[in-house]
């Protein structure tokens, strides 16, 4: 009764966190009026794309003048970002914009900035491909507002447009119109506290209106005529020349005029610490629920499968061995080991455990011949023989452990809001740490694996754990830069961080491997077996389809999985690639779905490698894993259908950039899953060859 509470209480504290929260910050920033606020440059980005480029260094943006700025900081000068903002393409510098706390610009002059051909080339893709520029004002995006359709509600879409595309004409010919005057609204609210008293105020919105002013008709100073009057915008051709047409000439350039527009409006009913609920609002909970509800049929509907497995035929098993009049005798080399005494059910640890509790089955002695017995119990003197490359699958298993304790990690810091969009690049360095961290964990289980497999050369397995993983995904990464590089996108790693992460997986990652490797393997010692291998192998029968190691069986298995995570799969697709200015931030739902996955492919394993052992088949340790992997094949085919159905990514280098790190991810999950698939295996094997007696 109280172990049901117990229970219940978990369950209720889980879907009260499912859609999770986030801590917005510790640090609040207020302003008193006349102060200047810096405003940051970031990247421009696209849906279409997987390439990201620094606003700072297009062809067509205002040179910077050099000035110091609020803050202290220097005009065009780079923000020192973390190593997750690195990774993620960020390059942040300080612009010229000026902006003064509760001081209204109805019209404001920035520069002149001239572009040649070849800039003018390079501007009409970037507004052709639909990128969008983000800028940051007190760790606030630059946003676009929107509002519902029945105008109740606003929401923020981080960055804004740099340009349009029209199509004009009787040929429906495509031109191109670049924003050159943008137009920024600071929401803010009185500080909380006594800067509230003393008049200060918060910033808790940024707002961005792009527009595209023409050249012409201009003031001395630069400014237009008449800003609420502009009937023309800035086309992007080459200036006309003293015939009143465009000028072909190659040395033809494009003067363009940047101005900008600044309005404080006060919000009230909006604080600091909500102000982020702008940008995160979304309708989709009620899908998330429902893939919840269906995720947890299809887990109970597993789990009652996996009861009946073990209830009535693992154990009616052995209930007909031994009321089936015969006395059945298993022998095994191994000397026979004294009758531990019965216990109650009431204190068996669980159904399992109570294997061994049956009347007669932990003395089945006979002189009948063993191989006259069918089924699972047979295998018994080579279901713990080692298998084969050792040497490959201690370091998986060992990875898979960092890994998992990784994913974990990110998720609870993510549900209870510590990991939020607010903290740029956040996931990525917390999980670099995490990962770092857990080497200590992959030595070490790596390490007692190899052991287990009677394995001799702990420090080359504890060098091949720390080396297979990471190296494999450091070498990626190093050969996708080159690509990147070449593109002149943010998203090309500086040399100095690709030497930060070699220097992270060297000299801090790989002692961590071998500390905890030699602490399992020397001190720890392998893990205990309950039945010893015979020195002569069993021959394996031929096997049935489903347990032969193919292809089919692997994608079989792999289907349940697949489904608890379809749809949780594809909010994280369209963050990760067709919606790139929002924000994924339902960690709760996340949390729970992997939960859910957790025990559905423990259970899948389960089955599988029970039917592996009844069809007399001992070489379970490769297939349990495997099987666990299982749904990364239906995870890569739905990654196939989204590039094709969804994406509208155009360009080889973009293609294969979506397709290595898309695969990176694919194997990573493998990997992980691969690992709790195998660790569920190894305890159900060793439950129930562990209730076996045998002389």
Avoid at 363 to 390: A, C, E, M, Q, Y
Wanted: hydrophobic share 45%; charged share 15%; with cysteine.
């Amino acid at each position: 009764m109280h172990a049901d509470v117990r229970r219940g209480v978990a369950w209720c504290s889980l879907l009260v966190l499912t859609q999770a929260f986030y801590i917005p910050g510790f640090s609040i920033k207020s302003y008193h009026d006349g102060e200047t606020i810096p405003l940051f440059v970031n990247k421009v980005y696209s849906d279409t794309s997987e390439l990201h480029f620094a606003y700072a260094s297009l062809p067509f943006v205002c040179p910077p003048t050099g000035r110091i700025r609020a803050g202290g900081f220097i005009a065009g000068s780079s923000v020192s970002l973390n190593l997750g903002e690195i990774l993620r393409g960020d390059r942040i510098t300080v612009s010229d914009y000026e902006l003064v706390m509760g001081n209204d610009e109805e019209v404001r002059y920035l520069c002149s900035k001239t572009i040649d051909r070849a800039g003018i080339r390079r501007t009409r893709e970037l507004i052709k491909g639909g990128f969008f520029a983000e800028w940051i004002v007190d760790n606030l995006p630059g946003a676009t507002s929107f509002q519902t359709t029945d105008k109740t509600r606003k929401y923020y879409a981080p960055g804004f447009k740099i340009g349009e595309e029209r199509l004009e004409g009787e040929g429906r010919q495509p031109t191109y119109w670049l924003n050159n005057h943008v137009t920024v609204v600071m929401r803010y609210h009185v500080a909380p506290g006594r800067d509230g008293e003393k008049g200060k105020k918060v910033i808790v919105g940024f707002e961005i209106f792009p527009r595209s002013i023409e050249a012409g008709n201009r003031k001395k100073d630069g400014l237009p005529v008449d800003i609420s009057n502009v009937k023309m915008g800035l086309e992007l051709v080459p200036q006309w020349n003293s015939t009143g047409g465009v000028d072909e000439t190659a040395e033809a350039t494009l003067t363009i005029p940047y101005t900008y527009s600044v309005y404080f409006r006060e919000e009230p009913n909006l604080e600091w610490q909500n102000r982020w609920d702008m940008y995160l609002q979304d309708d989709s909970a009620n899908v998330h629920w429902l893939a919840i509800v269906n995720s947890l049929v299809i887990m109970a509907l597993l789990t009652a499968v996996v009861a009946v497995v073990l209830t009535r035929t693992i154990w009616g098993d052995i209930r007909g061995y031994i009321e089936g009049g015969s006395d059945i005798k298993l022998r095994s080399h191994r000397p026979r080991t004294p009758r531990s005494p019965k216990r109650s059910s009431e204190k068996s640890g669980g159904l399992l455990d109570q294997l061994s509790d049956i009347e007669g089955f932990a003395d089945l002695d006979s002189d009948s011949d063993p191989d006259d017995i069918t089924g699972w119990k047979p295998i018994h003197g080579d279901v713990f023989r080692p298998p084969s490359h050792v040497e490959l699958l201690a370091p998986l298993l060992g990875s898979g452990t960092q890994l998992l304790f990784m994913t974990v990690g990110l998720l609870v810091l993510s549900t209870f809001g510590i990991l939020n969009p607010s903290f740029r690049g956040g996931y990525i360095s917390v999980g670099i740490g995490l990962f770092i961290f857990a080497g200590l964990f992959s030595g070490y289980f790596s390490s007692r694996i190899y052991r287990t497999f009677h394995g001799h050369n702990w420090q080359k397995n504890v060098l091949v754990t720390a080396s297979l993983v990471p190296g494999l995904l450091f070498a990626t990464v190093f050969f996708l830069n080159l690509f990147v590089w070449m593109q002149a996108s943010s998203n090309a790693l500086p040399l100095g961080t690709l030497i930060a992460l070699l220097s992270l997986w060297l000299f801090i990652q790989l002692p961590l491997v071998y500390i905890g490797g030699w602490y399992g393997y020397v001190v720890v010692g392998a893990y205990p077996s309950p039945i010893k291998p015979n020195v002569i192998p069993r021959q394996i029968p031929p096997q049935p389809w489903y347990t032969s190691g193919g292809i089919a069986g692997l994608v079989v298995t792999g289907v349940v999985p697949f489904l608890i995570i379809f749809v949780e799969l594809l909010f994280v697709f369209r963050a990760l690639w067709q919606d790139k200015s929002g924000f994924y931030y339902l960690f709760g739902f996340s949390t729970l779905s992997f939960f859910i996955l957790f025990v559905v492919v423990v259970e899948v394993t389960v089955l599988s490698t029970y039917l592996h052992l009844v069809n007399e088949n001992y070489d379970w340790q490769w297939h349990a894993f495997l099987t666990g992997a299982s749904s990364a094949i239906w995870i890569f085919g739905a990654l196939i259908w989204f590039f094709c159905m969804r994406l509208r990514i155009e360009g080889k280098v973009e293609g294969l950039l979506f397709f290595c790190y898309g695969g990176l991810m694919v194997g990573v999950y493998g990997l992980l899953m691969g690992t709790v698939g195998w660790v569920g295996a190894k305890g159900f094997v060793g439950r129930i060859y562990g209730a076996v007696k045998v002389d």
